[in-house]
């Protein structure tokens, strides 16, 4: 395993039965570093291949994810705040959202829905060569939908 990969797996907190969405875009690396981490815990990758909303609705299901990694291109996305919607409602409460987005895009935007969607402790950490990473964690938000 490459020492970013490495690095990408510490990010996790492995738990039992640990349940994490890959929205990918041909970042195998990615999705293999995933399954090899949950396995052990008898955990869970959902990969979906797919950025299409009408999908993402149907295959995501509400509350399940401790985990959501993005290295689809978030910022390519027509309807970002339906997406970022649909993705915020597959986490659970305290849940982590990914983003792995190309180094020479803007990153302003994804902070600024990270916060409208309560996501807190956001940071971006430099792991990756050609991508940056942006990480958030779900608050809880009782009594909200």
Do not use: A
């Given at each position: 395993?490459s020492k970013?990969?490495?690095?990408?797996?510490?990010l996790?907190?492995?738990?039992?039965?640990?349940?994490?969405?890959?929205?990918?875009?041909s970042?195998e690396?990615?999705?293999?570093t995933?399954?090899?981490?949950?396995?052990?815990e008898d955990g869970?990758?959902?990969?979906?291949?797919?950025?299409?909303?009408?999908e993402?609705?149907?295959k995501v299901?509400?509350?399940n994810y401790d985990?959501a990694v993005l290295?689809a291109s978030?910022?390519n996305?027509?309807e970002?705040?339906?997406?970022?919607?649909i993705v915020?409602?597959g986490?659970?409460?305290?849940?982590?959202?990914?983003f792995l987005?190309?180094k020479?895009k803007?990153i302003?935007e994804?902070?600024?829905?990270?916060?409208?969607?309560?996501f807190g402790a956001i940071s971006?950490?430099d792991?990756?060569?050609n991508?940056?990473l942006?990480?958030?964690k779900?608050l809880?938000?009782?009594?909200m939908?």
């Open positions: 395993m970013e990969l490495e690095q990408f797996s510490q996790f907190g492995m738990t039992p039965s640990i349940s994490i969405l890959d929205i990918n875009n970042c690396d990615i999705t293999k995933l399954n090899r981490l949950v396995e052990p869970k990758v959902t990969t979906l291949y797919t950025t299409n909303l009408n993402l609705r149907v299901k509400r509350s985990y290295s978030f910022l996305q027509e970002k705040n339906l997406f970022m919607k915020s409602l986490l659970r409460d305290s849940g982590y959202i990914i987005e190309e020479d803007q302003d994804i902070y600024t829905l990270l916060e409208e969607y309560d971006s950490i792991i990756f060569e991508y940056q942006i990480m958030g779900k809880h938000m009782w009594g939908d």
